[in-house]
């Protein structure tokens, strides 16, 4: 089965993410080779309903999250749609295959007492010699004060930073630009890099110890470092801080629509998700705390 077209279509028309694309890539070559190894064909025509319900079967089989199953079963029938519109097929062999339900699965948070361990292990940027350990304390300062995803914060480049306007310009999801405002702590530290990076600030924010753009694995490594220094929780990476920062705002009482932008969500329903986390806290509170709570019986 050949998916360059429909890969391409995803990256250029439907301005997916890269990691989405490398996904979905994955998703529809073990389809494919599912389809060779058990039924010995190799064009998507030849698909039936039966086949992908055959599959989905030996995936849960295999203990399988629902997660997963949801993502692989989503990127077949984009697929299959995607041929159908542009009449490359006249029969969709994904229609009517139900979706595997998931339950609601609460974003993971770094506690607010171990976040502000984090960042009092970091000597003060202005007299911090260290271009390396700065850089360090501003790419976790920006992933839990920004809310920035690991692809936003490697993609950042100097002339994204406007410190006139304490903002800072990300591209998200899709290329979607979108401003964060920036605290004058996160000023100083940018400052600071700016001041002993070699060159004068010029590209990519970030560098690796040899002077490469960063890369995700490097991001993720990193992070997991320095949490797991400071916290027991056994969920750590960046995007853990990311949901620590949209969680510890809904606590706050932040508008919800201005968490929203704020993330670069496209719909308030994924912004939701982070009042679950602070009604989660109300409940446990209530139960300790008042005289008809479970905790008081």
Request: overall charge positive.
């Amino acid at each position: 089965m050949q998916f360059y077209e429909f890969l391409a279509h995803l990256r250029h028309q439907r301005r997916l993410s890269e990691h989405t694309v490398v996904a979905y890539r994955a998703d529809l070559q073990q389809f494919h080779l599912y389809c060779q190894e058990i039924y010995a064909i190799s064009t998507p025509r030849e698909v039936s309903r039966e086949m992908v319900k055959s599959w989905l079967a030996q995936l849960v089989g295999e203990g399988l999250a629902a997660t997963s199953i949801r993502r692989k079963l989503s990127a077949l029938k984009a697929f299959y749609l995607y041929r159908q519109t542009r009449g490359l097929q006249a029969a969709n062999p994904t229609l009517r295959i139900p979706t595997p339900k998931t339950g609601r699965r609460l974003p993971a948070t770094i506690p607010r007492q171990d976040l502000q361990r984090l960042f009092a292990g970091f000597a003060d940027p202005l007299v911090e010699n260290d271009t390396e350990l700065l850089q360090d304390h501003l790419m976790l300062a920006l992933l839990y004060q920004g809310g920035l995803r690991r692809a936003e914060l490697i993609g950042l480049t100097w002339g994204d930073v406007d410190p006139d306007r304490s903002q800072l310009r990300v591209r998200g999801k899709g290329n979607k630009e979108r401003l964060i405002p920036v605290g004058p702590s996160l000023l100083e530290l940018i400052g600071r890099l700016r001041q002993l990076r070699e060159g004068g600030g010029e590209g990519p924010l970030f560098l690796t110890p040899r002077g490469k753009p960063l890369y995700p694995k490097f991001v993720y490594n990193r992070v997991v470092r320095y949490l797991s220094g400071v916290t027991v929780e056994d969920r750590k990476s960046p995007h853990t801080l990311r949901h620590s920062f949209a969680t510890d705002l809904a606590e706050e009482g932040a508008d919800l629509n201005a968490v929203k932008e704020l993330l670069g969500h496209s719909s308030l329903a994924a912004t939701q998700l982070y009042t679950h986390n602070n009604l989660a806290r109300l409940r446990e509170v209530y139960r300790q705390a008042h005289p008809e709570g479970e905790g008081k019986k």
